[in-house]
């Protein structure tokens, strides 16, 4: 009984954190047809956010707008220098943003230092679920996420704003031809998909090794999932999400660790071969 | 002054310098290179060796240098893998001309610099090591295996009456040595291994091992993972609950690293090492007084790593000095038996390992508390490698 509870928690954490570490990514991709690689730096810096807020003797809770507004700063920088000019060319995104994932990774590398950090966790201790202990800080963890994914997803079904974003992606041409601003809304776009990867770092920075080369598994991951669950919609990222980071888990559980990446690897293979779209194809 | 003058007084000058040249090479700094990480996993073990090194360099130059010449400490990043590890070593060997080289590193790059160096300059291995290697002029101050677990492993298992050991470490060969050895000893105990596994050092997400632990009812899990690997599965392991159900023993659990766990993560905690902060025999309490002293209550704290190289530059000195010479011959003629006194007491060089005291500590929050002392626990040099 209380390895199963301990076991669905653990999906569940596989999962969600997942979930939260690809939003970022499917929010540009899918809105803006932007792969952006320098997506993984972007969750380097919000952990490192965490790192320096609690070396400075901060409350942690304070790294959360702050690693927001830095990945956010730094989505805004790349979008007007360089970004903008390169929409509707896929593969020049591809290059440019892989380009400023080394400057950001060297950059880390020159504030920070090449030394693992660890973050501690602001709620320490286990909390006992059925007899199972369980790290409290998850819980929490698993609880802002699944509660923020419902306003997001509720903000972009019912919101003006959502309309005109929806509009966008459906259209480019005819939305700015009935006045909604494209150039605008991309940058925020951007930006809001840069602070989420922030934010996705700083919520997980105390769970996970920092150091200047995490981006690039992190990068990964969100691949595989974008690869399974399709590109381009919150939906896609949850059915993304739950297919690999279920998976992984339960894999890893029966065949180890090595096991379990294997198995991710051969489920995003036969996906790209099968199944290019993913499960939730946008078109 | 005319020419033949001149001639003569060049000439003369020039074989007065000529003659001159060994006590200037007597004069000349001694260069130590000390490889230490100061990047990836075993990063945060870095600031403390380096503060304890200056410390050594310090004292030595205050009572005189080593052979008459003083001392100057160059660094090499030992952080990386073994290869970037190996031509730090070479930098400081062929381009700055260090006599003896100094290592704080993992044993994966010891085996590489050992093999670039082929016994052609004098090299001081300080850490923590697998022990039953061996290398033409390579010394071993460390602490072995056997050294940490052939008293250690019986008296905990006596006293929490362990049965079921879980084994884990990241994936080289210091953990598997280490392993190895742990396992004549808990067969010694009556004890049975229940698990073993090895990780790469980029892994932190330890939920399938701690799945595992639970399973197979481990009372004891010997933790062979460095620095952060070990920062993050101690503190998975305690906020999971297994605390309660496993004691856990750690061969490279330091200061640094107890640290990061946090107090609210590390109960029933052991570690096992020649050297903690914490001891208070009278060379080690003034070891740390002057330390404190020098670099601020808020230095990098001390720790058996750190304590190494200090004791590793205090080696060489010994080592130089009853050769005579740097020359790596005439060390290694001179090495064996050679005693020295450093912060863990007087250590003995034999065949190249270290005899030392080892002191097993339980963490109490977020510091050490000392249980136990062992006496002059002899390294065992059963050299494997020849």
Known sequence: MQEAIVFSLNVSYGIISLALL???????????????????ELVAIGAYTAWAVQSAGLPLLLALPVAAI??????????????????????????????????????????????????????????????ADYPTYRIWLMVAVVLGFVGLFLWYRRSHAGTRVR??????????????????????????????AGLAGCLMAPLIRIDPYMGVDYLLSSFFVLV????????????????????????????GGTGGYVTVLVISILFLWLKPGGLYARR | MDRRNFLKTTIGALAASQIASPTWAQGKPLKLGFLIPKSGPAGIFGPSSETTTTMAIEEINASGGILGRQVE????????????????????????GVEALIGQHDSASREAVAAML???????????????????????????????????????AKEHGLKKWYLIGNDYVWPRGTNAAAKTYIAETGGEIVGEEYHPFTVDNFDTSLTRIRESGADAVLITLVGGASVTFNRAFASFGLDKQAIRLGTLIEENTLAGIGEANSNRMYSTAGYFDALDTPAALAFRKTYYDRFGADAPVLNTLGEGCYEGAMALRA??????????????????????????????????????????????????????????VAPGNACTNG
């Not at chain 1, 007007?80 to 590398?109: C, M, N, Q, V």
């Not at chain 1, 993304?240 to 980071?245: C, K, Q």
């Open chain 2, 319 to 376: 080592m130089f000095e009853a050769a005579g010479s740097t020359e790596t011959d005439a060390v290694a003629a001179a090495a064996n038996g050679v005693s020295y006194t450093g912060p863990r007491g007087t250590t003995t060089l034999s065949e190249g390992f270290a005899a030392s005291d080892i002191y097993l500590a339980t963490a109490k929050g977020a510091v050490f508390e000392i249980v136990q002392r062992f006496e002059k």
């Open chain 1, 228 to 255: 399974v669950g399709g590109l381009g919609s919150l939906q896609g990222v949850f059915i993304g999400s739950g297919v690999i980071g279920g998976a992984e888990t339960a894999a890893s559980t029966i065949l």
């Open chain 1, 70 to 131: 830095a990945a956010g700063a730094i989505g805004w920088l790349m979008e007007i220098s360089i970004i903008r000019h390169l929409y509707r060319r896929p593969f020049d995104t591809l290059l440019a943003t892989w380009g400023i994932s080394i400057l950001l990774r060297e950059a880390i590398k020159i504030c920070f230092g090449l030394e693992y950090k660890s973050v501690i966790e602001p709620v320490g201790g286990s909390i006992t679920i059925l007899g």
């Open chain 2, 118 to 156: 082929r016994g052609q300059l004098t090299y001081v291995y300080t850490p923590v090591n697998e022990g039953g290697y061996c290398h033409t002029n390579t010394y071993s101050l460390g602490e072995t295996p056997d050294q940490q677990l052939a008293p250690v492993i019986p008296y905990l």
């Open chain 2, 73 to 96: 400490a160059l660094y090499g990043d030992a952080g990386g893998a073994p290869s970037d590890t190996v031509q730090a070593a070479q930098r400081l060997w062929r381009r700055d």
């Open chain 1, 167 to 196: 509009a966008m992606v459906a259209n480019p041409m005819l939305a700015s031809a009935v006045g909604i601003e494209t150039a605008k809304l991309a940058r925020r776009a951007f930006v809001l998909g840069a602070a989420s």
């Open chain 1, 22 to 40: 690809v939003l970022g990514l499917a929010i540009i991709f899918g809105l803006l047809g932007v792969l952006n690689m320098a997506h993984g």
